[in-house]
């Protein structure tokens, strides 16, 4: 004989007696959470937020001034070391006008051909031309200084 031979025996499953409990199918409103403490945090915040905003805003300007009186003070001195390298440069100019010219009869420094070039000895221009500046040094010299005027406060 196999293992088939055996009837298996069913129980029906029944309801518990008295019944099942009721399904609960009311509806039943949500909890409400409480408004006033957000409306208090956010009102706390806007407050802090605007005090600090001025106290910020008071430090802000005076840093503002403080660099404005330094860049004021430090003006004079920046204007004067550009005026010594422009001077220093024109010197250098004539310098090697002089070598180039010496070969030259009758050949003045400063001159163009025996004519001044300037009316005036007391006239200096604000700023030089590019070509009485730059005309005896080397291009890479130009384009360092030119580059160099980008990091000028």
């Known amino acids: 004989m196999t ?7 069913y129980r029906q499953e029944l309801p518990p007696r008295g019944g099942y409990t009721p399904i609960p199918w009311a509806r039943l409103p949500s909890r409400r959470i409480p408004l006033w403490p957000f409306v208090s945090l956010w009102f706390a915040s806007n407050i802090f937020g605007y005090f600090y905003h001025i106290s910020e805003k008071r430090e802000y300007w005076r840093n503002e001034m403080e660099l404005d009186e330094s860049r004021s003070c430090i003006e004079p001195v920046l204007l004067a070391e550009q005026d010594r390298i422009v001077l220093r440069q024109y010197r250098a100019n004539r310098d ?8 030259v009869p ?5 001159t163009w051909f025996g004519e001044k070039v300037f009316k005036s000895r007391t006239y200096f ?9 730059y005309g005896l040094a080397r291009p890479s010299t130009q384009r360092f200084d030119i580059n160099a005027g980008q990091w000028q406060i």
């Open 96 to 103: 090697e006008e002089t070598k180039l010219m010496s070969d």
């Open 106 to 110: 009758g050949w003045e420094v400063g």
């Open 125 to 133: 221009p604000d700023r030089p031309h590019v070509l009485d500046y």
């Open 3 to 9: 293992g088939f031979s055996k009837v298996a025996v």
